[in-house]
């Protein structure tokens, strides 16, 4: 919070546009913020130039933690820790730890993955995120283009105007994310009129 | 419109609930029509009813996902929603059966103030405990990371402040950008990829509850499979209840369209069936395993003696109806449907009566044997009190939270409406090469 | 232990010195009717008659059932918070501050041996005040509350805890009469001598049918009778399921020459267990 | 122009024979070492007759098992498979044969032969002094055996013969004519009630859980129908691959692979599902009529197979196809498909030699013996590869009138 910068956001209502429209955006050498759309576009993290999000692997790493403390914690427990002679079963019944090993195993992986996930992605209750367009969750899908110094913000507009964008405006917008309601106007920045 | 109308006549149950568990706590599980013989009785038959019941949400999202089926999305939201509430009712019943609920944490695995104390992790109650917790909070996790765009989308059209409040704190901030989108993806398929084990891992452990003693019709080594495919089986009849009450009150014919309805009784009519083949087996296998008192249990107190209504009962409306759903009249028939997933679920109710009341009522020693077990106006008040608490959720879920998943129906829409069958219409005529080539990848 | 068949006689004197040794509650006809008894002992009884319908020419076998204190123990497995397992010495050992009364270990007990605090019965309960509502209410004899008072309570074992209710007891082989032998023993320095300890139900069974003792010595009553005096009439309950019982009976052997079994025991395919247990065919439940 | 009309090629029919005569030559050599002829229930013949059977069976369920990977797809309208759906059409013709062998094979043994160490309740005269078997007489007897053998392997090839019959009538038909299409839906269906009441229940009671005859388990039907499966699958992701590296099968792509690899991945970990719950029930509550028969497998001779089978069909396919690519890599599916159709092969292996070759494995001969095994199976596999070549041959390897194909062909995972 704190710093604001200057975006061309340009709105788009169908995705057979979008692309190569994202295509020409980033042939011109603009750098494309991100792109604000209503459910999930296959290719579009591809056409941006995203690389694949490693968060399965994270999930794998926490999934196999959870194997091993299961298994550790089960064992250390029976066998050194407090021995016990329940009905004459060894005392490593490793047929008898499998549900609970397979359980923690699915916990761990589940919960540090949705961690995970809201950690990267800034996601909490109370969060505040700057939105460059209220229909980005309806049917609009919202390119940002961040405004450098040496963007001609003119040539940009233009640009998006004859690639398709149903509307096309400058919006400046703090970076990153900052605790507030969305029933409040934030008074944390200097705010100029938006499309809202 | 809202289902909340109709919340007032669920208080009535919810309260009798509340007094049932208060009694059970100060006076004692004595209350209960159980005894020194019949250990359980309604307690448990009702949790591994409600756990059955919870199983249908994560199967709908989860399996049906990995397996492409594109019609789930119509319902799964709302299905696991259910699956959430379900699983809050089945844990009540473990936690309010035990004699010192106030002990109740000893289930826990903690080094204690006795001395390093454990618990016994070789107990089936106790996979129990992992089992269901994480299998709700999985759920919960699962149906939650779905909803955070949906709250997004109506937190962006609220018109209320309340509502600007609320739904901007439950949506965490969601915007929507495309890296999010692609994490989230990601995180729907891994979860869904972990729930499909955890949801069948879920009713197999209810299932070594009972597999794993020594009681003759309990101790077999069919129930994970047959419990599984039984909790898919109550599963989707509890859903095509719900679905269907949701669909009239909220007209969302549209969404949940009789394809939905029929492919859901295709899954009843085939887990019905895998159901009635475990059923034969136990049959066929207490005569042909030569053991006395598996034989008595089956064929002397389970479809012969005072319980036999019970097990016919369930024989009827857990085999027999369902093989009803191969006629496809009847598959797209609403109102049979809603009759039928009711009879599903009595029969599988009783299912788990028959199977915990007759087995344990007489097993090895004749002088041990119980007389005729009829539940207690306490056991059935805090049956009926799940029913307030589960009903109770799910319609104030319908009235806070979109009961359809709106991200994903935008994905499918796609894929569907006018436009598209017009499309179609063209491939239908196109010849195999040309359609390949105009393909090719 | 080992209790012979042949000399018991059904008096129930077991029974009694159970009840008083252990403090095992009271409970009101109103909750026997319930099912709901506590003893930790009972006495089985078996018919043996040549027809199904032929009651009046019958021959009866008592048989006390009490905890088997099985080596593989159903009940022990399922606990999920270890609140009964084996001591070193054997004993299936119940911890009642530890029970949470889930009653998993009842329903798995082949012998249904294991008895649950269904209400308060003995006023030791958390909740206060908890059995007059009840027994207003016409659940609960008012019996139970002979419990409450200081008088009454003069007749407990001090030795025995009163167990609270919501949680499960049974059969402890007397482990407190154990523990004080032992104790004296040690106090001695040397070991226990068999025959030292009786257990209650041993103790006041006229025809001494109950022998109790450590089965590791190989001087002691109970090797010998298991091992050398009575090999042909030892034999365990439910022996095909494998529990492994520490109780042994001895069979019951009739002198007549009467055919006493319905019909003559099939060759089972070498299983000898199964005959021993000839009395036991065509059994008739005895309470009801 | 696509190539969808397979021709044999003559490396392909030379390795068939060159296997079947592998298998003939096993089972001569077998006659001449193990002298079944001599003694009854001698080693030697019990071990003749055993072989013969784990085979014979073996190759029929995995066979059927892509009738029924048809059934189950075309019932749950799963158009992706149809691109590829001719080649489990022709594994399923394996049943005629297949099915011809296990009949004259389990007939054989229970009317020409008078060895009763396979199926002890043959013996009458034991099972009259038995108590238990006594009380299975109704089930384990000649008549029965015979009738419920012929009924269900009957039922298998008519089924079968009229999905085919369907399927290239269809071919033949007029592009867009649903009507077969509605057909091949009621004979899948059918075909699925009969596959439940058979591999699903009964079949696998009678012909393999009878050899250990004291014992039983209610979950052994499913866990043969696992097994079988999973095997089944791989049969057919043998020949997807095989064809395709022939040129054939155009519009099937490493999105297909993808597929019928999640299948085998997850229907793997679907068999270890059901053994894991079969043991450990059993270990659990550790009942002598049960705990029997994991006796000689587990603690007895057949304890290195017994954690072998664990290795290959669980641990093998859970870390090699766990990996989205690892799925759509030929090679690594080819490789899984192999070992787990040994794995499988395996597993029915330790499903039926303990029970009558109750002393060390092989008579303590084993590699000896175990080359003897293959060799057999191999006999069965140079059929299977013949009859299913041929199979291939007799129609177009695209099912060009199917409404799905186009589905099928723009199939993305």
Redesign the interface.
């Given at each position: 919070m704190g710093q604001v910068k200057k975006y061309i956001v340009g709105c788009f209502d169908d995705e057979k546009v979008l692309f190569p429209a994202v295509k020409k955006v980033r042939a011109a050498g603009y750098k494309i913020q991100?792109?604000?759309?209503?459910?999930?576009?296959h290719g579009?993290?591809h056409a941006?130039g995203?690389r694949?999000?490693s968060?399965?692997t994270a999930?794998f790493i926490y999934?196999i933690t959870g194997t091993t403390t299961a298994l550790t914690?089960?064992s250390w427990?029976?066998t050194s820790?407090?021995p016990?002679?329940?009905?004459?079963?060894p005392h490593l019944?490793l047929?008898?730890?499998?549900?609970?090993t397979?359980?923690?195993t699915?916990?761990f992986?589940?919960?540090g993955?949705?961690l995970t996930?809201?950690y990267?992605?800034?996601?909490?209750?109370?969060?505040?995120?700057h939105?460059f367009h209220?229909?980005?969750?309806?049917?609009l899908m919202?390119m940002v283009i961040e405004c450098t110094e040496r963007t001609n913000e003119e040539e940009v507009k233009a640009m998006l105007n004859s690639n398709g964008a149903v509307e096309v405006n400058v919006q400046e917008a703090p970076v990153g994310?900052w605790l507030g309601?969305?029933?409040r106007p934030s008074k944390l920045f200097k705010t100029r009129e938006v499309a809202y | 419109m809202s289902l909340l109308k109709y919340e007032s006549t669920l208080r009535e149950p919810l309260v009798d609930g509340d007094y049932s568990v208060y009694r059970e706590v100060t006076y004692g599980i004595g209350q209960w029509n159980l005894n020194k013989t019949i250990g359980w009785g309604w307690d448990i038959t009702n949790f591994v009813w409600w756990v059955g019941i919870g199983h249908a949400g994560t199967l709908i999202s989860a399996i049906l996902l990995l397996f492409r089926q594109g019609w789930r999305t119509g319902v799964n939201r709302a299905a696991e929603a259910m699956t959430i509430f379900a699983v809050m009712c089945a844990g009540q019943f473990p936690i309010f059966h035990m004699g010192r609920v106030w002990d109740a944490f000893f289930v826990l695995p903690y080094a204690n103030s006795r001395g390093p104390l454990w618990v016994n992790f070789a107990s089936p109650l106790l996979w129990d405990v992992f089992a269901i917790s994480t299998y709700f909070t999985v759920s919960l996790l699962f149906w939650y990371s779905g909803l955070i765009p949906d709250f997004a989308t109506i937190r962006d059209r609220a018109k209320t402040k309340a509502r600007k409040l609320w739904y901007g704190v439950v949506s965490f901030g969601w915007t929507g950008s495309t890296k999010h989108w692609q994490r989230h993806e990601s995180l729907s398929l891994v979860l869904a990829g972990l729930s499909t084990p955890l949801v069948l891992s879920v009713h197999t452990i209810v299932s070594f509850d009972f597999a794993t003693s020594v009681v003759p019709g309990w101790h077999t080594t069919i129930f994970p499979p047959y419990f599984v495919a039984g909790a898919i089986f109550s599963g989707f009849a509890m859903v095509q209840t719900l679905m269907l009450v949701t669909r009239k009150v909220m007209k969302l014919d549209d969404y949940i369209t009789l394809g939905h309805i029929e492919a859901m009784n295709k899954v009843i009519v085939l887990t019905g069936s895998i159901v009635g083949i475990a059923y034969l087996t136990e049959l066929f296998m207490a005569w042909y395993g030569g053991s006395k008192f598996e034989y008595d249990a089956f064929y002397k107190y389970r479809i012969a003696g005072p319980y036999g209504w019970s097990y016919w009962t369930m024989m009827t409306c857990n085999v027999i109806s369902p093989q009803l759903f191969w006629s496809k009249k009847l598959r797209r028939n609403v109102a049979f449907t809603f009759i039928m997933s009711i009879v599903v679920n009595i029969g599988m109710w009783f299912e788990r009566f028959v199977i915990i009341v007759t087995s344990v009522y007489r097993d090895y020693i004749p002088s041990s044997w119980s007389v005729y077990y009829r539940p207690s106006i306490w056991e059935v008040g805090f049956y009926l009190g799940t029913f307030g608490l589960f009903f109770t959720c799910y319609f104030l879920f319908s009235k806070f939270a979109p009961v359809i998943a709106i991200a994903e129906i935008k994905h499918v829409l796609k894929t569907s409406g006018e436009s598209f069958k017009e499309k179609m219409d063209v491939i239908e005529k196109e010849s195999v090469e040309h359609f390949a080539h105009g393909h090719a990848h | 232990m080992s209790i012979d068949l042949n000399t018991c006689t059904g008096c129930a004197a077991c029974v009694v010195a159970c009840t008083a040794e252990n403090n095992v509650p009271v409970v009101g006809k109103k909750q026997v009717a319930k099912y709901h008894e506590m003893h930790w002992l009972r006495i089985d009884r078996y018919y043996a008659a040549n027809r199904k319908d032929q009651f009046d020419d019958v021959n009866v076998l008592f048989q006390p059932m009490l905890c088997q204190h099985c080596d593989n123990a159903p009940c022990e497995n399922v606990c999920p918070v270890a609140a009964t397992n084996h001591s070193s010495e054997g004993l299936n050992q119940m911890t009642y501050n530890r029970c949470i009364g889930t009653r998993y270990c009842a329903n798995n007990c082949p012998f249904k041996v294991r008895r649950f605090n269904w209400l308060d019965f003995t006023g030791a309960d958390s909740f206060p005040d908890n059995q007059q509502p009840l027994i207003d209410e016409g659940g609960m004899d008012a019996i139970v509350m002979d419990m409450n008072d200081d008088l009454t309570r003069m007749v407990l074992n001090p030795d025995v805890t009163v167990r609270s209710r919501g949680v499960i007891e049974k059969c402890s082989f007397c482990v407190q009469r154990l523990q004080e032998g032992k104790l004296k023993a040690k106090k001695a320095s040397r070991p226990l001598i068999d025959g030292e300890v009786k257990t209650a139900c041993m103790q006041a069974c006229p025809t001494d049918a109950i022998v109790f003792g450590n089965y590791n010595d190989k001087e002691s009553r109970i090797y010998k009778i298991r091992k050398e005096e009575q090999t042909k009439r030892t034999f365990y309950a439910l022996e095909a399921i494998h529990v492994l019982p520490n109780v042994n009976y001895l069979a019951k052997v009739r002198n007549t020459d009467r055919h006493v079994g319905v019909k003559e025991e099939e060759h089972d395919g070498g299983e000898a267990h199964e005959a021993k247990k000839e009395e036991k065919k065509e059994a008739v439940p005895s309470g009801h | 122009m696509i190539r969808e009309q397979f021709e044999m090629t003559g490396r392909y029919k030379q390795w068939a024979y060159a296997l079947i005569g592998t298998g003939v030559l096993s089972l001569i050599l077998g006659y001449v070492f193990l002298k079944p002829g001599e003694g009854t229930n001698s080693f030697g013949e019990t071990k003749y007759w055993a072989v013969l059977m784990h085979n014979s069976i073996f190759f029929l369920l995995i066979a059927i098992a892509s009738m029924f990977f048809i059934s189950a797809t075309t019932m749950a309208m799963g158009g992706w498979q149809t691109a590829m759906r001719r080649v489990p059409e022709a594994i399923s013709g394996f049943v005629y044969v297949g099915g011809a062998i296990a009949l004259a094979v389990l007939l054989g043994y229970i009317y020409m032969s008078h060895n009763t160490a396979i199926y002890h309740w043959k013996d009458t005269e034991h099972v009259a002094h038995d108590k238990i078997l006594n009380g299975k007489k109704g089930f384990l007897n000649t008549t029965f055996y015979t009738v419920a053998t012929i009924l269900v392997i009957g039922t298998w090839m008519a089924l079968r013969a009229w999905y085919r019959k369907n399927s290239l009538a269809e071919d033949a038909g007029q592009t867009g004519d649903r009507s077969y299409f509605w057909r091949s839906l009621t004979i899948c269906a059918a075909f699925i009630v009969v596959y439940g009441l058979t591999v699903g229940s009964t079949t696998p009671w009678l012909w393999l859980m009878s050899i250990d005859a004291h014992w039983f388990s209610t979950m052994y039907s499913w866990y043969t129908f696992a097994s079988s499966w999973v095997a089944g699958l791989s049969l057919i992701m043998l020949f997807i691959v095989y064809l395709k590296n022939k040129g054939y099968l155009e519009y099937v792509n490493e999105e297909h692979i993808h597929d019928v690899g999640k299948f085998i991945f997850a229907f793997s970990i679907f068999w270890t599902y059901l053994w894991f719950s079969q043991y450990m029930l059993i270990w659990y509550s550790n009942q002598p009529e049960e705990t029997v028969y994991f006796q000689p497998r587990l603690l007895g001779p057949y304890r290195g197979i017994f954690f072998l089978n664990l290795i290959i069909n669980f641990v093998a396919p859970i870390l090699i196809l766990m990996k989205r690519s690892s799925k759509r890599n030929y090679a690594t599916v080819t490789f899984m498909s192999v070992v787990l159709i040994f794995g499988h092969w395996l597993d029915f292996y330790q499903m039926i030699m303990p029970g009558p070759l109750k002393g060390e494995v092989n008579g303590g001969n084993s590699a000896g013996l175990f080359i003897f095994d293959m060799g057999v199976a191999a006999g069965f596999i140079g059929l299977l590869m013949l009859i299913v070549g041929n199979k291939l041959t007799k129609a177009s390897l695209l099912p060009k009138n199917h409404p799905f194909v186009k589905e099928s062909i723009v199939h993305h995972t």
């Open positions: 991100d792109v604000y759309t209503p459910m999930p576009i579009l993290d941006l995203m694949e999000t968060l399965h999930g999934g914690c089960m427990v029976f820790d407090w016990l002679n329940i009905g004459g079963k019944p047929p008898a730890f499998i549900p609970i397979f359980e923690l699915v916990l992986a589940a919960v993955m949705v996930f809201c990267l992605c800034q996601l909490a209750p109370f969060v505040k995120k939105h209220e229909r980005a969750t309806d049917d919202v994310w309601r969305y029933d | - | - | -």
